[in-house]
């Protein structure tokens, strides 16, 4: 009889210890094969919010130098259209003086010269408003970009707020059902993985 309870306790054991090995073993492939990816931290939060903000910064410095360039082009604009018309005037006044019998060559001389400067004049606004009108889309593309940069901020803090939730999500639930699983084979509660 001593023999049979001894025998009986023996295979209880090895089938207890069979099925503490085998729970141990799923356990341990649960673990290998769910590997959680490294989650964000509260700092990758912070400091995509502070990089986020800086650009805002610098896209307000952009709009702002955006509408200076803009207020100096009308600027330029104006002056190279009243140029424009001076020298039309100049135009008609030496066809004027070359009509005229009684015109001095010092005259028609005089009035060459001032449609010169004015022409002169004229280039230099001109090549100013093309030089301006130029900074000023660098700085639009420039602003663009800064917008880009923006969006894709936002996307990538977006993605990290998601991901945070659903990663806690997930591994409570697979911490529950480890915990289960445990029970389940009588190895109490799996070891924590934090």
Do not use: F, W
Not at 52 to 62: F, G, H, P
Not at 157 to 164: A, R, S
Request: hydrophobic share 35%; net charge negative; charged share 35%.
């Amino acid at each position: 009889m001593n023999n049979i309870k001894l025998l009986t306790g023996g295979l209880v054991i090895i089938v207890l210890a069979l099925a503490g090995g085998t729970g141990y073993l799923i356990y341990d492939r649960i673990q290998n094969e769910v590997k959680v990816e490294e989650k964000a931290t509260k700092q990758d939060i912070i400091e995509l919010q502070a990089d986020q903000a800086e650009t805002k910064k610098d896209v307000t410095e952009l709009k702002d130098s955006d509408r200076i360039q803009s207020a100096k082009i009308s600027v330029l604009e104006d002056d190279v259209v009243a140029l424009q018309l001076k020298a039309g005037q100049q135009e008609k006044v030496i066809q004027k003086l070359e009509e005229n019998d009684a015109t001095t060559m010092e005259e028609l001389k005089s009035a060459k010269s001032e449609r010169d400067a004015i022409t002169a004049k004229l280039q230099t606004q001109q090549d100013e408003l093309d030089k301006a009108k130029k900074e000023r889309d660098e700085i639009r593309n420039q602003l663009k970009a800064q917008g880009e940069r923006i969006d894709a901020q936002e996307t990538r803090l977006n993605e990290i707020e998601k991901k945070g939730d659903a990663r806690d999500e997930e591994l409570a639930a697979l911490r529950a059902e480890l915990a289960d699983l445990k029970r389940q084979l009588g190895l109490g509660d799996p070891p924590p993985s934090n």
